[in-house]
T-cell receptor, first 108, second 114 residues
Framework: RKEVEQDPGPFNVPEGATVAFNCTYS??????FFWYRQDCRKEPKLLMS???SGNEDGRFTAQLNRASQYISLLIRDSKLSDSATYLC?????????FGSGTKLNVKP | EAGVAQSPRYKIIEKRQSVAFWCNPI?????LYWYQQILGQGPKLLIQ????????DSQLPKDRFSAERLKGVDSTLKIQPAKLEDSAVYLC????????????FGPGTRLTVT
């Protein structure tokens, strides 16, 4: 079983839509969680850390559900510029594990 | 603040040749990572350094890959000899310390092995 699993998508949504991605992780002792964004042929960039209490940054909201071992990312009012691959990252005992990413296409 | 620097950005070699990549992390970052990212997949950790010591190299193919971080700052990753399946983007990342701290990535080196 993979450490981190994501739906590869693609998610095709119109501008202004709300879209949500989930990511499941296998190790219940995982300690920290992140969402990264990766544009085509670019390096991953940190989007946000995911805290136990959940956190929000503008149009983006991240949630952690330790009981069910998943994290989620909600994007409200999608923009064309949100089109990218979103990578879920989990840290287990100082080791980082990346999901394969979920591709988002926002269309006009 | 300067980001993570990597060179070269692109490299094309023939199989069985050798290649080396260089990375300079963000100033003050103690932890340095090398990842391999194959098209359509997430990054896979090859090796992690804490200062100039290796923390994890469990997924590094040691028969052909080697890496060093001699002075605890910049690092080199070498492949010798290269195989076709080594075609990928090699990403270097750094973080303040290992553990919960977020990582910052360099632009990567795109390697094509023919």
């Amino acid at each position: 079983r993979k450490e981190v699993e994501q739906d590869p998508g693609p998610f095709n949504v119109p501008e202004g839509a709300t879209v949500a991605f989930n990511c499941t992780y296998s190790n219940s002792a995982s300690q920290s969680f992140f969402w990264y964004r990766q544009d085509c042929r670019k390096e991953p960039k940190l989007l946000m850390s995911v805290y136990s209490s959940g956190n929000e940054d503008g149009r983006f909201t991240a949630q952690l559900n330790r009981a069910s071992q998943y994290i989620s990312l909600l994007i409200r009012d999608s923009k064309l510029s949100d089109s990218a691959t979103y990578l879920c990252v989990v840290n287990n005992f100082n080791k980082f594990y990346f999901g394969s990413g979920t591709k988002l296409n926002v269309k006009p | 603040e300067a980001g993570v620097a990597q060179s070269p950005r692109y490299k094309i070699i023939e199989k069985r040749q050798s290649v080396a990549f260089w990375c300079n992390p963000i100033s003050g970052h103690a932890t340095l990572y090398w990842y391999q990212q194959i098209l359509g997949q997430g990054p896979k950790l090859l090796i992690q350094f804490q200062n100039n010591g290796v923390v994890d190299d469990s997924q590094l193919p040691k028969d052909r890959f080697s890496a060093e971080r001699l002075k605890g700052v910049d690092s080199t990753l070498k492949i010798q000899p290269a195989k076709l399946e080594d075609s990928a983007v090699y990403l270097c990342a750094s973080s303040l310390m290992s553990g919960v701290y977020e990582q910052y990535f360099g632009p990567g080196t795109r390697l094509t092995v023919t």
